[in-house]
Antibody, heavy 121, light 108 residues
């Protein structure tokens, strides 16, 4: 059974930094496409970033240049380093696996329970 | 950037059929996926690749996709189907993932 457990969410001041972690079991992070999706309070889902098994990374325009996705193969863990945080980054952050068919990204198959990031002074 | 538009809300009586639309430019050429999200919970995939269901999802959930509109259909609606529903596609031109605006389904 696949399990994804996020951690690292906290209250941080604008301009600050935070690193989120997503510990995985039941799958090998480095062999999968892994993504972060966020949801601001009372709002819809917003894709944030993805890292492919080959190491390529992509970011939503709203976070590009401020956020960095990475993974630690030895810990089977996905990370999201968030710098220069803004109030509008306040959200629950979910990590999720991305299904692949013939090398084409598909749906978000497995989700963690989420971790809350609050950016406020 | 690619945009997916959903109606904010859909209301349906128990036992009836709910249809949730997802509009996007030539969305019929893309694979569309649908998620159910209940309050305080993570999203759950209910339909992938336009019309396939993951294991454990009832046959009452079905999907279609053509032209500029994809549709999630929930037949014989139950109280437990009350939730927010989101469509999603992968935009190959930007390698970005796009979610629809979300639809709140209310069971009357």
């Amino acid at each position: 059974e696949v399990q994804l457990v996020e951690s690292g969410g906290d209250l941080v001041q604008p301009g600050g930094s935070l690193r989120l972690s997503c510990a995985a079991s039941g799958l090998i992070v480095s062999s999968n496409y892994m993504s972060w999706v966020r949801q601001a309070p009372g709002k819809g889902l917003e894709w944030v970033s993805v890292i492919y098994s080959g190491g390529s990374t992509y970011y939503a325009d709203s976070v590009k240049g401020r956020f960095t996705i990475s993974r630690d193969n030895s810990k089977n863990t996905l990370y999201l380093q968030m710098n220069s945080l803004r109030a509008e980054d306040t959200a629950v952050y979910y990590c999720a696996t991305v299904g692949i068919v013939a090398g084409i990204p598909e749906s978000f198959q497995h989700w963690g329970q989420g971790t809350l990031v609050t950016v406020s002074s | 950037s690619y945009v997916l538009t959903q109606p904010p809300s859909v209301s349906v009586a128990p036992g009836q059929t709910a249809r949730i639309t997802c509009g996007g430019n030539n969305i019929g050429s893309k694979s569309v996926h649908w998620y159910q999200q209940k309050p305080g919970q993570a999203p759950v995939l209910v339909v992938y690749d336009d019309s396939d269901r993951p294991s454990g999802i009832p046959e009452r959930f079905s999907g279609s996709n053509s032209g500029n509109t994809a549709t999630l259909t929930i037949s014989r609606v139950e109280a437990g189907d009350e939730a927010d529903y989101y469509c999603q596609v992968w935009d190959s031109t930007s390698d970005h993932y796009v979610f629809g605006t979300g639809t709140k389904v209310t069971v009357l």
